[in-house]
């Protein structure tokens, strides 16, 4: 399932005027791509992931997710659709402190109503695949930061999203655990035919990307370093 957004138009309230923060973008993320979009602070990125989520419904312009057009969805509609078919891997991890790494993953199939014995073993299978088999039973305060944000990975997996939209996830991680979430991250989108929308400010983590896209005061163009 691919992430189309065509003609996406977002504006803000800025005073008696409006504020354009996304200015006719079109973006299309096809199954087991992994796109990082960058651009500098303020340039409109939060904004186009927000839309992605369907968090924001934008003034003009269409988002079709996996074949399905969220224009006129209404909010139960689009709560099923982020959680059945939209992961998100925030920038910070945001773990709950009393739970075990597994307890993390299985509380989001317990949202969506699967059997724990299910959740369970889907859990122990996205650990497995994001190299914390071991550490299923650790709490976040047993955890490198490395570790914290795989578990943040693994989780929005969870519900096996077919659109993955990933925010700023190495900011609090050196370079050597950040060069290494973002090589996990082109794993599991090849892997699992993700639909991947990387929002970064960091040129270093463009190697991992497919194809790159650059914002600029609400405009989207081609960016430097797409992968063939």
């Known amino acids: ?56 419904g934008p003034d003009r312009g269409r988002v079709v997710i996996g074949g399905t057009d969220t224009t006129g969805l209404g909010r139960a509609e689009l709560t099923t659709l982020r959680r059945t078919t939209i992961g998100t891997v925030f920038q910070q ?32 299978e996205l650990l497995a695949a994001v190299g914390l088999e071991r550490q299923a039973g650790r709490r976040p305060h047993q955890l490198s930061g490395g570790q914290r944000q795989r578990v943040n990975i693994a989780r929005a997996l969870m519900n096996e999203p077919a659109v993955l939209l990933v925010d700023e996830p190495t900011s609090a991680l050196d370079h050597e655990r950040g060069a290494a979430v973002l090589a996990l991250l082109r794993t599991l989108t090849r892997e ?26 609400g405009r989207l163009r081609p960016g430097p370093g797409t992968r063939p």
């Open 1 to 56: 399932m691919s992430l189309e957004l065509t003609d996406v138009t977002l504006t803000y309230p800025d005073g008696d005027a409006r504020l354009t923060a996304l200015d006719e973008v079109s973006l299309t993320v096809p199954p087991g791509c992994l796109t990082a979009v960058i651009g500098p602070s303020g340039s409109g990125k939060s904004s186009l992931l927000a839309v992605a989520a369907t968090l924001i």
């Open 192 to 217: 699992r035919a993700t639909a991947t929308v990387l929002v970064t400010h960091d040129p270093a983590h463009l190697e991992a990307a497919d194809t790159v896209a650059e914002v600029r005061d």
């Open 93 to 124: 991890p945001n773990l709950l402190p009393s739970l075990t790494a597994a307890e993390q993953l299985q509380v989001m199939a317990h949202l969506d109503g699967r059997p724990p014995r299910t959740a369970r073993a889907r859990a122990r």
